[in-house]
């Protein structure tokens, strides 16, 4: 069973940086052949909600709430996909997760990480 590891949340000011990382337990060449991976957020008593994605092919694409201050990409031989969060505000606090879609189309999550941004 294919395993997401996450990691880099924590505690930030507002306006500070932060960066997560997702490693899937595969190898490189599977890796290269996932359709997208993604980062979805999470707060109580609302649904998980799409940050940011990225094909195979290396398109990325943001929700409108990003506004140019998260980027998401691939590093093929770490076999990463990194989340570089800027310019971080309190309604970004949640619980991010890290979402994989294998070439079957088969879904995997990650178990969560928290992200407190304090004001």
């Known amino acids: 069973q294919l395993q997401l590891v996450e990691s880099g949340g924590g505690l930030v000011q507002a306006g500070g940086p932060l960066t997560l990382s997702c490693t899937p337990s595969?190898?490189?060449?599977?890796?290269?052949?996932?359709?997208?991976m993604a980062w979805y957020r999470q707060t109580p008593g609302k649904q998980r909600e799409l940050v940011a994605s990225?094909?195979?092919?290396?398109?990325?694409n943001y929700a409108d709430f990003v506004n140019g201050r998260f980027t998401i990409s691939k590093d093929y031989f770490k076999k990463t996909v990194t989340l570089q969060m800027n310019s971080l505000k309190p309604e970004d606090t949640a619980v991010y997760y890290c979402n994989l879609v294998d070439s079957g189309k088969k879904a995997y999550w990650g178990q969560g990480t928290q992200v407190t941004v304090s004001s």
């Open positions: 990225i094909s195979s092919a290396s398109s990325a």
């Open positions: 595969t190898s490189m060449f599977t890796f290269i052949k996932f359709r997208y």
